[in-house]
């Protein structure tokens, strides 16, 4: 009997403390829905972005092992994206891991893509928020470089949420932003390329082919699709096979004498029409949404606001293309610490700057 005693009262004692956390997180709760709703009298930014800078210092003033910096800076990433979301930022971006940090010492590299790892596993769990919100979650970066569990679970990821079209984070891996306009650069090249080469073939083929003559006895009426036969032959012949799929080892000498196998193509007879007459046209050029679309931040607008904590400045080559009009703010606080009223600072700074930053834009 005596022994029952003090286990009734730790009961019952426990069960109160459950009862007031439970009344202490409702009216939390209510009272953060209330403090979002006077917020979103004014405007709200549509795409903030993250540079979450101070984990390893954080241990270090916690006198924590280095690798719980970070494990603490996932626990503000979550709350803070749950501030978002329910505030109506559609878009988040984070700067996860920079190229350059591969530079540092391998037993730590490993040890964030360990975390990493986990935590992309975590990701797919049905109570994650990435489902209770319905995110989509995109990776930004060149993966290529990723260990191929980390690349695979990632992959993996962003399959999963694909469906999810209520808001989007976007997490920066293996990424810097110099990284980013080479990989956008090459890749607008390399569309160029073939409206360049069609280009060439056009006005080859008007200088060869006079009025009143035919292309192969007809008359030509798209030369597009006389370009794109062809230029299917050449891409059969550079695999190493004809077009009927036997071995071909002319590969070279094919495409030294493109101009050559044009010009055996064209019987000079006959009629050419107005449409071709009309074919001749100048160079292609790389323009500025060529290289935009090519970056890996086209899935989502450029950020309104970009937040970096532990009080620096610094981009550290972080969307260095997308925040030529974009605000900065740069809370003290250390990653891991940051929270509510460092946000609902950054929405206000935002708001009082948006009617100067809409003016500037409209004057771009």
Known sequence: MVTSVPNKVGNYSSTGNGV????????????RRCLFRVL???????????????NRRYAKKQNLKEGEGHKAGYLALMSLLRYCYELGIKYV??????IENFKRRPDEVQSLMDLMLEKMEALLMEESIVNQYGIRVCFIGNLRLLSEPVRVAAEKVMKVTSNNSKAMLLVCVAYTASNEIVHAVEGSCQEKEKEFRLCNLNNNVMDDVKEGEKINGMVVHDIQDFYEDTSAESQGLKQ???????????????????DQVLTSKASKSGEVSEGFRNLRQEDPVIKLVDIEKHMYMAVAPDPDMLIRSSGESRLS???L??????QLYSPAALWPEIGLSQLV?????????????????KQL
């Open 317 to 319: 080559n972080f969307l």
């Open 345 to 361: 600072w950054a929405i206000l700074k935002f708001q009082q700057s948006h009617s100067y930053l809409e003016k500037k834009m």
């Open 93 to 98: 971006t984070i700067y996860a891991f920079s």
């Open 40 to 54: 979103s009298v004014g405007p709200i930014p549509t795409h903030l972005a993250f540079i979450m800078d101070g």
């Open 240 to 258: 190493g096979k004809g077009c009927n799929g036997t071995p071909y080892h002319a590969c070279e000498s094919f495409e030294s004498n493109w």
């Open 20 to 31: 007031h956390k439970l009344c202490f997180d409702d009216i939390t709760n209510f009272l």
């Open 321 to 326: 293309w997308q925040t030529s009009n974009c």
